[in-house]
Nanobody, 124 residues
Framework: QVQLVESGGGLVQAGGSLRLSCAASGRTFSIYTMGWFRQAPGKERELIAA????????YYVDSVKGRFTISRDNAKDMVYLQMNSLKPEDTAVYYC?????????????????WGQGTQVTVSS
């Protein structure tokens, strides 16, 4: 089992920045990929960034490329999502997730463990 806890969400004005953190615990040695998802009201949950636990590969959805950065600190079992130049359309609940299987890094399915989510609200 892997447990994930997100933090760092909040309210920010458009153009501002936030950094989300995800603390992983338990059988973290079994993690292959960490992903950040978001779900806005009335929309499907989407994968916005992913990173191999080894750090060798990274994925971003087009809408966040150049603005968001996923990083990890394996020594601390932490994954981060630095979000810059935030837009009102980035408003959503953000989740971190862990995948134990070596699938396609940009695939939204296959994640085994999920955090509880953290709300990000961007005002215009």
């Amino acid at each position: 089992q892997v447990q994930l806890v997100e933090s760092g969400g909040g309210l920010v004005q458009a153009g501002g920045s936030l950094r989300l953190s995800c603390a992983a615990s338990g059988r973290t040695f079994s993690i292959y990929t960490m992903g950040w998802f978001r779900q806005a009201p009335g929309k499907e949950r989407e994968l916005i960034a992913a990173k191999r636990w080894s750090g060798l590969s990274t994925y971003y959805v087009d809408s966040v490329k150049g603005r968001f950065t996923i990083s990890r600190d394996n020594a601390k079992d932490m994954v981060y999502l630095q979000m810059n130049s935030l837009k009102p359309e980035d408003t959503a609940v953000y989740y971190c997730a862990a995948d134990q299987n070596p699938g396609v890094i940009g695939a939204r399915s296959g994640y085994d463990y999920w955090g509880q989510g953290t709300q990000v609200t961007v005002s215009s």
